[in-house]
């Protein structure tokens, strides 16, 4: 099947050479493309001079945004899996056919890399976990189905997910609202085991001062996500 | 009973509330307050125009409402109709934030298709 490796870049000039020659090692077989959200650093010269397939966002448009249009070239040149990694080096291609099979095999729409699930690897700082499990929680008690690594940026999905992103996708956080949107929509959902690093470069775009604001707009937005997606909408 | 309102404190209102509504419709006339957009401030101008030729409806209003002093009773009325605009505000800016970020997304998928070509053209 045709595969698009979406990779949202803001930034990341230290660690995206790294990110692009491992995918290129471990996953020869799909394409990838990456989302330069309008960095200010030399990202886009480090792209360019590698000769690397990426697309310019003229204005930052933030992870969801950048992410979006991924789903859009994803949508318009006609690829079956879209897989979202991120360009800081958290996401490890040897995982990649691992987070595609259940997709591939119809068993998810979207399957999530999930790093609590062996609990191996970086597990992120206690607060970062109480604010993922909160969300967890939350997503739980909205839709009835426990998704224990809801932040994760590692994920793949179908065609009719592509589509779906194409047309809706979260702004600012945009995680666990795509969780949300796809279960209030009656997509399947599932997690795989997969262990991820510690970001090499770039910042986290959940940053300390701003987890308080995060975790009530998110919790909002997975409120609202949960009124306004049905299942006539999308889904099956 | 209410005293009568003063002369000149009637005319100041009525020539304000005029005025503003004349206002609105020179924006709208110059093409920069579009019809929809202009719908919730016609309202309010009209609204404020009829309470300052006929002080005698807002009095009525008042009795009905049940507030103590009329003029709260004006506040009243403004203040929603302005919480209204605002609202009405957010909603179209987040319309055109919508927009906009289509407008990136697209325009960011054509640009490498422009680079590509161009890359072809020059080899």
Known sequence: MKTLVIIPCYNEQDSIVRVIDNLKNNAPQVDYLIVNDCSTDNTEKILKANGYNYINNPINLGIGGGVQAGYKYAAQYGYDIAVQMDGDGQHDPKYLSKVIAPVESGEFDMAIGSRFIEKEGFQTSFMRRFGINIISTLILLLTGKRIKDTTSGFRACNRKLIEFFAANYADDYPEPEAIMACLASGYKVGEVAVVMEERQGGVSSIRSLKSAYYMIKVCLALIVGRISFSKKKGGN | ?123
């Not at chain 2, 002369?7 to 209102?13: E, K, P, T, W």
């Not at chain 2, 005029?18 to 093409?31: E, Q």
């Not at chain 2, 049940?66 to 709260?72: A, E, L, M, R, S």
Request: a positive charge; hydrophobic letters at 60%.
């Open chain 2, 1 to 123: 009973m209410m005293k009568p309102i003063n002369f000149s404190l009637h005319a100041i209102l009525i020539i304000g509330a005029v005025g503003f509504l004349l206002f609105i419709l020179y924006l709208m006339k110059k093409g920069k307050l579009e019809v929809k957009y202009s719908i919730i401030w016609l309202a309010f101008s009209l609204c404020m125009i009829i309470f300052a030729c006929f002080p005698y409806t807002v009095l009525v209003l008042n009795d009905i409402a049940g507030v103590i002093d009329p003029v709260n009773f004006i506040f009243f009325t403004q203040i929603i109709f302005i919480l209204l605009i605002l609202l009405s505000v957010s909603a179209v800016i987040s319309g055109f934030s919508k927009k906009i970020k289509q407008l990136a997304q697209a325009n960011a998928i054509l640009e490498k298709r422009v680079r590509e070509l161009e890359e072809k053209m020059d080899k």
